[in-house]
Protein backbone atom coordinates (compact mmCIF):
# COMPACT_ATOMS: atom_id res chain seq x y z
CA UNK A 1 0.00 0.00 0.00
CA UNK A 2 1.36 3.22 -0.98
CA UNK A 3 2.39 5.58 1.69
CA UNK A 4 1.14 9.55 1.90
CA UNK A 5 2.40 11.38 -0.98
CA UNK A 6 3.70 15.44 -0.86
CA UNK A 7 4.48 16.88 -3.61
CA UNK A 8 6.77 18.99 -4.04
CA UNK A 9 9.83 18.00 -1.92
CA UNK A 10 10.93 21.42 -2.10
CA UNK A 11 10.39 24.89 -2.97
CA UNK A 12 11.81 27.93 -2.84
CA UNK A 13 9.66 31.32 -3.39
CA UNK A 14 9.88 35.17 -2.43
CA UNK A 15 8.27 37.01 -0.45
CA UNK A 16 4.91 38.37 -1.65
CA UNK A 17 4.55 34.85 -3.85
CA UNK A 18 1.39 32.39 -3.23
CA UNK A 19 2.26 28.97 -3.07
CA UNK A 20 0.27 25.49 -3.72
CA UNK A 21 1.11 22.01 -1.91
CA UNK A 22 -0.79 18.56 -2.80
CA UNK A 23 -1.25 15.96 -0.34
CA UNK A 24 -2.15 12.31 -1.59
CA UNK A 25 -3.19 10.36 1.55
CA UNK A 26 -3.32 6.66 1.77
CA UNK A 27 -5.85 4.68 -0.39
CA UNK A 28 -9.22 4.44 2.09
CA UNK A 29 -7.82 7.49 4.35
CA UNK A 30 -10.45 10.01 4.63
CA UNK A 31 -9.34 12.12 6.83
CA UNK A 32 -6.40 14.88 5.78
CA UNK A 33 -4.40 16.77 8.15
CA UNK A 34 -1.55 19.59 7.61
CA UNK A 35 1.24 20.61 9.89
CA UNK A 36 3.45 23.14 9.99
CA UNK A 37 7.39 21.53 11.20
CA UNK A 38 9.76 24.68 12.50
CA UNK A 39 12.97 24.44 14.40
CA UNK A 40 11.54 27.59 16.78
CA UNK A 41 8.24 26.01 16.88
CA UNK A 42 8.07 22.35 16.49
CA UNK A 43 4.95 20.71 15.03
CA UNK A 44 1.59 22.34 14.81
CA UNK A 45 -1.66 21.99 13.84
CA UNK A 46 -2.90 23.73 10.58
CA UNK A 47 -5.89 21.99 10.00
CA UNK A 48 -7.82 19.00 8.86
CA UNK A 49 -10.10 18.44 6.42
CA UNK A 50 -12.31 15.35 6.22
CA UNK A 51 -15.61 14.55 3.55
CA UNK A 52 -14.04 18.02 1.59
CA UNK A 53 -15.05 19.79 4.95
CA UNK A 54 -12.25 21.42 7.35
CA UNK A 55 -13.25 20.43 10.17
CA UNK A 56 -10.54 21.47 12.65
CA UNK A 57 -8.17 24.21 12.67
CA UNK A 58 -5.40 25.33 14.30
CA UNK A 59 -4.08 29.04 14.98
CA UNK A 60 -2.46 30.10 11.73
CA UNK A 61 -3.87 33.59 9.88
CA UNK A 62 -6.01 33.72 6.85
CA UNK A 63 -3.39 33.21 4.86
CA UNK A 64 -3.43 29.59 4.99
CA UNK A 65 -5.94 27.70 3.49
CA UNK A 66 -6.63 24.33 2.36
CA UNK A 67 -9.04 22.30 0.53
CA UNK A 68 -9.95 18.15 0.13
CA UNK A 69 -11.43 16.67 -2.82
CA UNK A 70 -13.93 14.05 -3.37
CA UNK A 71 -10.98 11.73 -3.99
CA UNK A 72 -9.59 12.33 -0.46
CA UNK A 73 -6.74 14.49 -1.90
CA UNK A 74 -5.70 17.57 -0.10
CA UNK A 75 -4.55 20.88 -0.90
CA UNK A 76 -3.02 23.95 0.59
CA UNK A 77 -2.23 27.55 0.16
CA UNK A 78 -0.21 29.97 1.70
CA UNK A 79 -0.65 33.20 0.01
CA UNK A 80 1.40 36.88 0.20
CA UNK A 81 4.45 34.76 1.68
CA UNK A 82 6.30 35.90 4.57
CA UNK A 83 10.49 35.21 5.39
CA UNK A 84 8.32 33.12 8.20
CA UNK A 85 6.67 30.72 6.33
CA UNK A 86 9.51 29.49 5.67
CA UNK A 87 9.25 25.58 7.29
CA UNK A 88 8.80 21.81 6.60
CA UNK A 89 4.74 21.35 5.56
CA UNK A 90 3.65 18.21 6.67
CA UNK A 91 0.65 15.81 5.53
CA UNK A 92 -0.61 13.32 7.23
CA UNK A 93 -4.04 10.90 6.96
CA UNK A 94 -5.78 7.94 8.66
CA UNK A 95 -9.35 6.62 8.05
CA UNK A 96 -11.03 8.31 10.61
CA UNK A 97 -12.14 6.73 13.42
CA UNK A 98 -11.87 8.34 16.89
CA UNK A 99 -8.53 8.42 18.22
CA UNK A 100 -6.87 7.24 15.58
CA UNK A 101 -2.81 7.73 14.93
CA UNK A 102 -1.86 9.90 11.62
CA UNK A 103 0.37 8.84 8.91
CA UNK A 104 2.81 11.21 7.87
CA UNK A 105 4.32 11.79 4.54
CA UNK A 106 7.60 12.70 3.79
CA UNK A 107 6.56 17.01 3.70
CA UNK A 108 7.24 19.80 1.45
CA UNK A 109 10.06 22.05 2.54
CA UNK A 110 9.33 25.75 1.68
CA UNK A 111 12.11 28.12 1.27
CA UNK A 112 10.85 32.25 1.07
CA UNK A 113 13.49 34.71 0.19
CA UNK B 1 13.91 40.63 16.98
CA UNK B 2 16.01 37.81 16.59
CA UNK B 3 14.41 34.43 16.50
CA UNK B 4 15.09 32.15 19.29
CA UNK B 5 15.73 28.18 17.88
CA UNK B 6 14.25 25.58 19.73
CA UNK B 7 16.59 23.64 21.75
CA UNK B 8 15.69 19.88 21.65
CA UNK B 9 16.95 18.02 24.93
CA UNK B 10 18.93 15.42 23.86
CA UNK B 11 19.97 12.05 25.08
CA UNK B 12 23.22 10.32 24.58
CA UNK B 13 23.24 6.57 25.17
CA UNK B 14 25.60 3.93 23.86
CA UNK B 15 24.51 1.24 22.02
CA UNK B 16 22.82 -2.21 23.52
CA UNK B 17 22.07 0.45 26.41
CA UNK B 18 18.08 0.79 27.00
CA UNK B 19 16.73 4.78 26.71
CA UNK B 20 14.14 5.91 28.14
CA UNK B 21 12.64 9.20 26.87
CA UNK B 22 10.00 11.30 28.88
CA UNK B 23 6.92 13.79 27.61
CA UNK B 24 4.95 15.51 30.16
CA UNK B 25 1.46 16.86 29.01
CA UNK B 26 -0.63 19.51 30.47
CA UNK B 27 -4.57 18.49 29.49
CA UNK B 28 -5.90 15.95 31.98
CA UNK B 29 -8.73 15.49 29.03
CA UNK B 30 -6.27 13.99 26.58
CA UNK B 31 -6.94 10.12 25.99
CA UNK B 32 -5.04 8.87 23.30
CA UNK B 33 -1.01 9.18 23.23
CA UNK B 34 1.41 8.40 20.43
CA UNK B 35 5.35 8.48 19.81
CA UNK B 36 7.03 9.19 16.76
CA UNK B 37 10.14 8.50 15.43
CA UNK B 38 11.26 11.50 13.23
CA UNK B 39 14.65 10.77 11.24
CA UNK B 40 16.45 13.86 8.97
CA UNK B 41 14.74 14.44 5.85
CA UNK B 42 11.82 12.55 6.58
CA UNK B 43 8.00 13.07 8.12
CA UNK B 44 7.27 11.25 11.67
CA UNK B 45 6.75 7.89 12.22
CA UNK B 46 4.46 6.07 14.15
CA UNK B 47 6.29 3.85 17.15
CA UNK B 48 3.67 3.06 19.58
CA UNK B 49 0.32 4.12 20.66
CA UNK B 50 -1.57 3.81 24.47
CA UNK B 51 -5.07 5.17 25.21
CA UNK B 52 -5.84 6.34 28.72
CA UNK B 53 -7.40 3.11 30.00
CA UNK B 54 -3.95 1.64 29.98
CA UNK B 55 -1.14 2.19 32.02
CA UNK B 56 1.25 0.33 29.49
CA UNK B 57 1.49 -1.42 26.43
CA UNK B 58 4.64 -2.97 24.82
CA UNK B 59 5.82 -3.43 21.05
CA UNK B 60 9.09 -4.71 19.41
CA UNK B 61 11.80 -3.28 21.52
CA UNK B 62 9.81 -0.76 22.80
CA UNK B 63 7.27 0.12 25.90
CA UNK B 64 5.22 3.01 26.59
CA UNK B 65 4.15 3.96 29.79
CA UNK B 66 1.41 6.32 30.90
CA UNK B 67 1.12 8.11 33.99
CA UNK B 68 -2.26 9.90 34.41
CA UNK B 69 -2.20 11.13 37.60
CA UNK B 70 1.00 13.02 37.22
CA UNK B 71 0.35 13.61 33.25
CA UNK B 72 3.75 11.80 32.18
CA UNK B 73 4.32 9.51 29.02
CA UNK B 74 7.56 7.70 28.42
CA UNK B 75 8.93 5.53 25.68
CA UNK B 76 11.40 2.86 26.63
CA UNK B 77 13.59 1.37 24.03
CA UNK B 78 15.36 -2.15 24.87
CA UNK B 79 18.79 -2.52 23.09
CA UNK B 80 19.23 0.94 21.83
CA UNK B 81 20.82 0.92 17.91
CA UNK B 82 22.44 3.33 15.92
CA UNK B 83 19.42 3.45 13.84
CA UNK B 84 17.44 4.52 16.46
CA UNK B 85 19.00 7.80 16.66
CA UNK B 86 16.59 10.39 15.30
CA UNK B 87 14.15 12.66 17.04
CA UNK B 88 11.08 11.33 18.82
CA UNK B 89 8.04 13.35 19.54
CA UNK B 90 5.05 12.36 21.70
CA UNK B 91 1.53 13.60 20.52
CA UNK B 92 -2.01 14.04 22.38
CA UNK B 93 -5.37 13.81 21.27
CA UNK B 94 -8.30 15.43 23.21
CA UNK B 95 -10.41 16.59 19.98
CA UNK B 96 -12.05 12.99 19.38
CA UNK B 97 -11.03 12.67 16.04
CA UNK B 98 -7.46 13.89 13.73
CA UNK B 99 -6.16 16.06 15.84
CA UNK B 100 -2.67 15.85 17.18
CA UNK B 101 -0.62 17.98 19.64
CA UNK B 102 2.96 17.63 19.63
CA UNK B 103 5.57 17.88 22.24
CA UNK B 104 8.86 19.51 21.43
CA UNK B 105 10.55 16.86 20.67
CA UNK B 106 13.96 14.88 21.99
CA UNK B 107 16.96 13.86 20.08
CA UNK B 108 18.46 10.55 20.79
CA UNK B 109 21.90 10.24 19.84
CA UNK B 110 23.28 6.48 19.36
CA UNK B 111 26.98 5.90 19.65
CA UNK B 112 28.73 2.59 18.63
Known amino acids: KAGVTQTPRYLIKTRGQQVTLSCSPI?????VSWYQQTPGQGLQFLFE???????NKGNFPGRFSGRQFSNSRSEMNVSTLELGDSALYLC????????????FGSGTQLSVL | GESVGLHLPTLSVQEGDNSIINCAYS??????FIWYKQESGKGPQFIID?????DKRQGQRVTVLLNKTVKHLSLQIAATQPGDSAVYFCAENTEGYSTLTFGKGTMLLVSP
Open chain 1, 27 to 31: SGHRS
Open chain 2, 50 to 54: IRSNM
Open chain 1, 92 to 103: ASSRDRQNEKLF
Open chain 2, 27 to 32: NSASDY
Open chain 1, 49 to 55: YFSETQR
